[in-house]
């Protein structure tokens, strides 16, 4: 995930991420969930997200911190934190409380409220970042910001994709597909075989198995309006287990102080 996160006048949200998961994880795409106001896609085996958006202007993410052989099966699954966070009932000191709270294997969560003008990230192995100060971040499955060669070249295409906003969605798209593997010497070191830390070293992710690899890429594009009033829009792309396009969603609407619950 790239995020340039208050950096432009007119656009203090831009968001690329890839969704990296089995092939054989059954999902749902990208859709609003009935009577909750949220939109995300599903995961159909345990019923969480990795990503979702709400209408009351709340954004959320959520990474797996990679961790070989330390993954208890026990535990709830990280996707309910998702949801958790837009629903909109605890603000973010109550939030990390929660967080705190609860157990589960390693994760990075970032959480945004546009209303609020905040952006969050938690983690359960890296702390705890509030109020993050405007800039370009990235977050894959370490700490936030860790220099990740694929890391530093989406953040980096994602700088420029912004200085030249006219097609915006699409290039960020196009970026999200890189299938660039970066020098051996550049590997992350994770605990993980130098095979597959080569194939998880790119920014799109393909096994030479078909197992694992990515699955849907999202793009966030929040423009100001007015000072209260954001439009959202959102493109999910879905690939299948051959690299291939296999299912697009759009989504476009305006977030005001009316869209908060009780207003």
């Known amino acids: 995930m790239a995020m340039a996160w208050q ?68 535990l709830p699954s990280r996707g309910a934190l998702v949801p958790m966070w837009l629903q909109g009932a605890p603000a973010a000191p109550e939030m990390a409380q929660r967080l705190r709270a609860m157990p589960a294997n390693g994760y990075n969560l970032l959480g945004i409220d546009l209303m609020a003008a905040q952006a969050h990230c938690w983690s359960n192995r890296h702390g705890h970042r509030h109020a993050l100060a405007p800039g370009l971040y990235g977050l894959s499955n370490a700490a936030l910001d860790t220099p990740w060669p694929k890391l530093i070249r989406l953040k980096r295409m994602l700088d420029e994709a912004c200085r030249q906003p006219d097609r915006l969605s699409e290039t960020l798209m196009q970026a999200l597909s890189d299938r660039q593997l970066p020098s051996d010497e550049l590997l992350p070191q994770t605990g993980l075989s130098t095979e597959w830390e080569r194939w998880l070293s790119s920014i799109f992710i393909e096994t030479p198995h078909r197992r694992y690899g990515t699955r849907c890429s999202t793009v966030i594009v929040v423009e100001q309006q007015t000072p209260q009033e954001w439009r959202v829009h959102t493109v999910e792309q879905g690939w299948d287990a051959q690299g291939q396009a296999s299912g697009r969603v759009e989504q476009t609407w305006t977030v005001t102080p009316s869209s908060a619950p009780g207003a």
């Not at 969930?33 to 939109?39: D, F, K, P, S």
């Open 7 to 74: 950096l432009h006048p007119k656009l203090p949200l831009v968001l690329a991420a890839n969704r990296d998961e089995f092939h054989d994880r059954e999902s749902a795409p990208m859709a609003w969930w009935e009577g909750q106001g949220i939109l995300a896609g599903r995961d159909l085996r345990a019923g969480g997200t990795w990503l979702g958006l709400s209408q009351t202007g709340r954004i959320a993410l959520l990474t797996n911190v990679r961790e070989p052989g330390k993954q208890d099966p026990q």
